[in-house]
Structure formats: C-alpha cells, structure tokens
C-alpha cells in the first residue's frame, strides 16, 4: 500500500486531477474506447472543464484526492444522484475515480473510496451507485470486492461513433 492522505480537492490541484484523469482513461479504457477519442484527450482541455465546473455555484458534488510524496495521485467525485439512479434521494453517486495509472493495484483506489463512502454516509445516503463500462473488468472486480453489485441498470455513451454500455452497480454504505 502506498502512503497517501486524502483530502478535499482545491482549485490548485486541478492541472494534477486532469492528468490523472486523463491518464486514468487512456490507461484503463484502451482496447475498450476508440484508440481515435483516447488520443484526442488532453490534460488542458479536461483542466479547462474541470475548472469551470469547480468553480460554478451551488455545486452539490464534491471532490477528494490522494495526495501522496509527489502531490496528488488520486481523485474521487461523488454527490447526490444524477438521471438513472434510483432511491427516493437516499442514494449518493460516485461520478469518478482515477487513480495515477502508476499506482493502480496499491491501495489508494479503495481509501478514497471508503472516505466517498464515509462522506456520504455522513451526508445520510443509505446506498451508494455508479455507473461501470460493461467491458472494463478490472474496474468491475474492483468495485466488487469493494461490495458493488451489478443492479441490472444500463446505459449507453457512444464515443467516436462507437457505442458501449455501462452497468449500474449499487451497495449499502
């Protein structure tokens, strides 16, 4: 396990989010997104997104990352649910989770996973969704082991004229 703490995200620790994002996908999505969408990401065009979306008012998500000896290595954002979650306002949804692609397999996914949960928790969700690339099995075991389960909830997202589906997976926090 890698020595990380895990905090609340700020404006200064955009750049490092979009890379890790940016990374993250590129990483765990190749062989499953087109090769063409991957490639076209960049980490200036996602800190630009991500900076307008920081800053804009009323925001209910909230963000969490891994700080470790070389600064952030991890994000989360999670909050209340978005279209195609179920709960009667009692479930939270994690949007995201990336993890340097370095650093994959040490620990930090869970920890800032379990401090999401925690989060929610305190803010009174009873479950907690999200929604996983159908093809993408090492995030699905991840989230398995983590007490996730498929729902039988779907969705699709197309990228670059390709379109993939996306399971909901729901667990007790």
């Not at 020595?3 to 609340?8: K, L, N, Q």
């Not at 909230?62 to 009667?88: K, M, Q, T, Y």
């Not at 929610?120 to 969704?129: L, R």
Request: hydrophobic share 40%; glycine share 10%; with cysteine.
């Amino acid at each position: 396990m890698v020595h990380v703490r895990v905090r609340e995200m700020d404006e200064a620790d955009i750049e490092a989010v979009s890379a890790i994002r940016v990374r993250g996908w590129q990483a765990a999505y190749a062989g499953i997104v087109p090769r063409s969408y991957l490639d076209a990401m960049t980490v200036e065009e996602d800190a630009d997104r991500r900076r307008q979306w920081f800053s804009r008012p009323g925001r209910e998500s909230r963000d969490l990352v891994a700080v470790g000896d070389r600064g952030p290595v991890g994000w989360v954002c999670f909050g209340p649910p978005r279209s195609g979650i179920p709960g009667d306002g009692r479930a939270g949804e994690v949007y995201a989770l990336y993890v340097a692609p370095d650093l994959i397999g040490t620990g930090v996914g869970r920890g800032l996973l379990d401090e999401a949960h925690a989060a929610m928790k305190g803010q009174d969700f009873e479950t907690s969704a999200l929604w996983v690339l159908q093809d993408n099995r090492r995030a699905r075991r991840f989230y398995e082991r983590a007490g996730y389960r498929a729902d039988g909830g779907t969705q699709d997202d197309v990228y670059d004229d390709v379109t993939l589906s996306e399971l909901r997976y729901r667990r007790v926090l």
